[in-house]
């Protein structure tokens, strides 16, 4: 059965994420309001269902005898991208490969070489192994931070709708529930703009389905039973509603 995160589970992601080594489960505990054992069994949970897979040293390794850190962009064929990937891993020296959903530089390989001669060598198994280095360049820093959508409500930076205020200073989101019969269903946002259904005035600024949030984007599909926030800077245009067949409501952001 698919584990679904809570609100506790996602406080407990966002201070692990930020120092897994020195947070405790009291830490954690005092700061969500529950006892230690709580968060201890949760975390349980979250690694059995695979939600942790691991946690990881941060470790310098310039200060290591001078070692030199590359990240390597990579194109490899698509039907062959995961295979690659686990090739690449196994070359000695690399330490961590992202798979990206994308046709060309689809592979971001981070190696540790003893020197440079030693990261020309990995360079050359990446590229025997069948793999198009598109770039590389020295690793001099790396910062991470937890997820921001998981802090508390008091720390969480403002949403794109809110700082629209800023950047418009007028305005107002309105919500739609996409109808089975409207004209925008199934399309992605940037077909829908060229057919006219979404005047370039407007901004779609959040899709909620099935109680998940999506960022939109051009690609963004719309479905049947979507909520889809939009923006507009004046009144809303007739296209824009005939397009959505459903009455506009206000919605709780207003600008």
């Known amino acids: 059965m698919t584990y679904r995160p809570d609100e506790i589970d996602r ?25 230690p054992a ?16 691991g ?4 470790i310098d390794y310039e200060s290591l005898n001078g070692k030199v850190t590359t990240q390597f962009t ?9 295979a690659l990937a686990n090739e690449a891993l196994s070359t000695p020296g ?5 798979e990206l959903l994308a ?9 540790v070489g003893e020197d440079t001669t030693d990261v020309n060598r990995i360079a050359q198994q990446l590229s025997a192994a069948g793999l198009t280095i598109d770039r590389e360049g020295i690793v001099l820093d790396e910062t991470f931070q937890p997820y921001h959508g998981f802090a508390p409500e008091e ?16 305005g107002e989101v309105v919500e739609f529930t996409v109808s089975e019969s409207a004209e925008i269903a199934r399309l992605t946002l940037n077909e829908a703009n060229e057919q006219g259904l979404l005047p370039d005035e407007v901004l779609v600024v959040g899709v909620e389905r099935d109680g ?27 296209p824009l509603v005939t397009a959505f067949d459903s009455e506009p409501r206000p919605s709780n952001e207003r600008l």
């Open 11 to 35: 406080r407990i992601l966002y201070y692990l994420g930020g120092n897994a080594r020195d947070t405790s489960a009291p830490m954690i505990a005092e700061e969500v309001d529950v006892t």
């Open 38 to 53: 709580t968060v201890r069994n949760r975390i349980t949970q979250l690694e059995e269902h695979g939600l942790i897979r």
């Open 55 to 58: 946690y990881h040293a941060d």
């Open 74 to 82: 990579c194109t490899a064929p698509v039907s062959k991208r995961s």
């Open 94 to 98: 690399v330490i961590h490969v992202r």
């Open 103 to 111: 046709g060309k530089e689809n592979l971001e390989i981070t190696a």
């Open 155 to 170: 720390d969480r930076a403002p949403s794109a709708v809110t700082d629209f205020q800023t950047v418009v200073g007028g």
């Open 212 to 238: 998940d949030h999506i960022t939109p984007n051009g690609d963004t599909r719309i479905k049947p039973g979507d909520l889809v926030s939009v923006f507009s800077p004046e009144a809303l245009p007739e």
